[in-house]
């Protein structure tokens, strides 16, 4: 059964300057270290503005939006395949994932199931 569905849009210059700003500490309060692959440039940017969003977009599917859900209760992670997954701290559903980007927005969008 579907609990939620949950969209974002971030823009990536915003998540740019605050890597710019406050570094490895913006990264390290929002990001697990699983989370934190992507090395430097814009690249990098898109890779950490997409995962941003899914982690609000899986906030708001579970219905409880960031704050009760932090960010880093939320993880967003790869299968083998490549394929997004989310994990939230003591969530035992499945989350379905879909992320994108296109310079200069990244979009998420989750769907939670019991």
């Given at each position: 059964m579907i609990i939620g569905v949950g969209t974002d849009i971030v823009d990536i210059r915003?998540?740019?300057g605050m890597i710019d700003e406050f570094?490895?500490?913006?990264?390290a309060r929002i990001?697990?270290?699983?989370e934190r692959t992507a090395k430097t440039g814009e690249g990098a940017c898109a890779h950490y503005a997409k995962r941003y969003a899914a982690k609000e977009a899986v906030s708001k599917a579970l219905g409880t939006g960031i704050g009760?859900?932090?960010f880093k209760h939320i993880k967003i992670l790869k299968k083998p395949s490549g394929a997004p997954y989310a994990e939230v701290e003591g969530f035992k559903g499945i989350i379905h994932l879909s992320m994108s980007d296109d310079y200069p927005y990244a979009i998420?969008?989750?769907v939670v199931e019991d």
């Open positions: 915003r998540i740019a570094g490895e500490k913006f990264l990001f697990c270290d699983e009760e859900t932090n998420a969008y989750a």
